[in-house]
């Protein structure tokens, strides 16, 4: 077993209890759209678990799209743990079922405490020419310029 295998399998476990315990306090009762309006919720062969692990596991390695991460890493090299990954399309239509729960994680686990000490980097960023800077309609007031 090799550290990235530790790695996935470990996050998983830790995604996998949260979800359990979610869908358990929560039961289906999230009003996340308009009531009003029926939409088919089709069983998707990945559960969300697995999508959770395979978002938050594209921001350990190196690479520079989802794409090629997910055609590549996770249908190539990890397709003994994902066996029933679906197509890129699909999991990209997917992905906003697990946004709020996703969210609701990253807040409990994954963000570290405030101390009560802030960094703010005020640095000013030129956004426009100096020719073109009393044009700027978008920044008027706090442009600033090279």
Same mark, same amino acid.
């Given at each position: 077993?090799?550290?990235?295998?530790y +790695?996935?399998?470990?996050?998983?476990?830790v995604?996998?209890?949260?979800? +359990?315990?979610?869908?358990?306090?929560?039961?289906?009762?999230?009003?996340l759209?308009?009531?009003?309006? +029926?939409?088919?919720?089709?069983?998707?062969?990945?559960?969300?678990?697995?999508?959770?692990?395979?978002?938050?596991?594209?921001?350990?390695?190196?690479?520079?799209?989802?794409?090629?991460?997910?055609?590549?890493?996770?249908?190539? =090299?990890?397709?003994?743990?994902?066996?029933?990954?679906?197509?890129?399309?699909?999991?990209?239509?997917?992905?906003?079922?697990?946004?709020?729960?996703?969210?609701?994680?990253?807040?409990?686990?994954?963000?570290?405490?405030?101390?009560?000490? =802030?960094?703010?980097?005020?640095?000013?960023i030129?956004?426009?020419?100096?020719?073109?800077?009393?044009?700027?309609?978008?920044? +008027?007031?706090?442009?600033?310029?090279?």
């Amino acid at each position: 077993m090799q550290t990235t295998d530790y +790695k996935i399998t470990e996050l998983f476990c830790v995604i996998d209890d949260f979800c +359990k315990h979610f869908e358990a306090e929560n039961g289906g009762k999230l009003l996340l759209g308009d009531d009003t309006t +029926k939409r088919r919720r089709r069983k998707a062969s990945l559960s969300d678990s697995e999508s959770m692990t395979i978002l938050l596991y594209f921001h350990f390695g190196t690479f520079r799209n989802f794409k090629h991460y997910y055609l590549f890493f996770i249908k190539g =090299t990890f397709k003994s743990y994902f066996p029933d990954a679906v197509s890129y399309n699909r999991f990209v239509e997917l992905e906003s079922r697990v946004f709020f729960p996703l969210m609701f994680f990253l807040n409990l686990r994954a963000f570290g405490r405030c101390t009560g000490i =802030t960094f703010v980097d005020s640095t000013m960023i030129p956004v426009c020419h100096n020719l073109r800077r009393y044009a700027n309609k978008a920044f +008027k007031g706090i442009a600033t310029w090279r």
